[in-house]
């Protein structure tokens, strides 16, 4: 990117992160689906307000996450069928100062079979599956409204062609309960924390990643701590906004269903994996890390939309010629997936998948 690009970037995100209106008319509509797609391309990430989705959903999430998180530990890690974890991060070594639930969406559907340690809220078993449910519901049905305006903006012919990767009874999606408690900024320097950044956030929740699914939804509370780095080195915070969802896309998934007018669409030239491997297009795929706060817990939610497994991704043979040969062997969403869980949390993934 080049540096007045950079300037640019950074000051409209400073002053003004992309803000997507989804309450717009019909007749707004195809307005609405080129901003987001202008956002898609220039910042990977913005945030959507008249979303849809029901306060009473959001509040009831928010409210069982901080019972699940104020319990004892013990308790906590018996939370089956999810996933409770504390500090590590994936399976390679990667740490933060963050607990968390994490499972397949699918999880709740085996959820609904008696399990021998349902999570609790109020000594009500069926709450806890029943909240997150109606939230995964909502958020999913808010993912695929963006994923239809995506493909609208796109010139895609199949306008639910994106959609209906993550309708899939199959969709591999991922639900994540984040809790990153407040930890006080020590002034000795440790790989865990930020050199140079302001004291009352310098301790690393979650590290530098950008997300490997089709696309996420995120919610927190009105505790700041994201970042976002549009540029190699540059941080960005991101303000809390709990009214709103932040919406984060990974975009190599793009090429296999993009048509020919969408590849026209499509610029080029960006260095991060996810990226690359796309629609030889413009789409990015923000990098991303959290910061916690000494004196405040953030909870955020996050609902990662992902394909089946065996969905295939090949290069469009539109996107191929003599001067952009093909630079990638084909490969399934579960190849793909597998790759991201060999490596830690900040590589490039895609190098493994060059022809
Ligand atoms: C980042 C996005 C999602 O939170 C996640 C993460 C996953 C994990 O925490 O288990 C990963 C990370 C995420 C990318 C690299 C690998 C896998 C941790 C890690 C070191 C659930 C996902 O799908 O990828």
């Not at 020919?260 to 297009?281: I, P, R, S, Y």
Request: net charge neutral; aromatic share 10%.
């Amino acid at each position: 990117m080049m540096r007045s690009d950079h300037q640019k970037l950074k000051s409209a995100i400073d002053d003004n992160l992309p803000i997507i209106n989804l309450s717009s008319s019909p007749l707004e509509r195809s307005e609405v689906a080129r901003l987001i797609v202008k956002a898609c391309e220039e910042y990977g990430f913005f945030k959507v307000i008249n979303h849809g989705v029901p306060n009473h959903i959001i509040a009831k999430m928010e409210e069982v996450s901080f019972k699940f998180f104020n319990k004892p530990v013990t308790e906590k890690q018996q939370a089956t069928p999810f996933g409770y974890g504390c500090k590590n991060i994936g399976f390679n070594g990667d740490s933060g100062e963050v607990e968390y639930l994490l499972f397949p969406t699918k999880t709740l559907s085996i959820a609904q079979a008696q399990t021998s340690n349902p999570i609790s809220i109020d000594d009500d078993p069926t709450k806890f599956r029943s909240v997150v449910s109606s939230y995964i519901e909502a958020v999913r049905e808010l993912a695929c409204k963006i994923l239809d305006l995506m493909a609208e903006g796109l010139w895609v012919h199949d306008k639910s062609a994106f959609s209906k990767l993550i309708r899939d009874v199959e969709s591999d999606s991922v639900f994540r309960l984040n809790h990153y408690p407040p930890v006080l900024c020590s002034s000795s320097k440790n790989n865990n924390s930020i050199n140079g950044s302001s004291s009352n956030s310098c301790k690393v929740g979650f590290g530098v990643h950008s997300d490997p699914q089709i696309l996420t939804i995120l919610r927190s509370n009105d505790v700041g701590g994201l970042e976002i780095s549009p540029d190699h080195g540059v941080w960005i915070p991101v303000s809390p906004d709990p009214t709103t969802f932040f919406i984060n896309v990974a975009a190599w998934w793009c090429k296999v269903y993009a048509d020919e007018a969408a590849a026209l669409a499509f610029g080029f030239g960006f260095d991060d994996d996810n990226v690359n491997v796309m629609t030889n297009g413009k789409f990015v795929s923000v990098k991303h890390r959290v910061l916690s706060n000494s004196a405040k817990s953030r909870m955020s939610v996050a609902y990662f939309g992902a394909p089946s497994l065996n969905a295939r991704v090949t290069t469009l043979p539109e996107l191929v010629t003599p001067t952009k040969p093909c630079l990638y062997r084909p490969f399934t969403w579960a190849e793909y997936k597998k790759t991201v869980y060999s490596l830690r949390l900040g590589d490039s993934r895609l190098e493994i998948f060059r022809k």
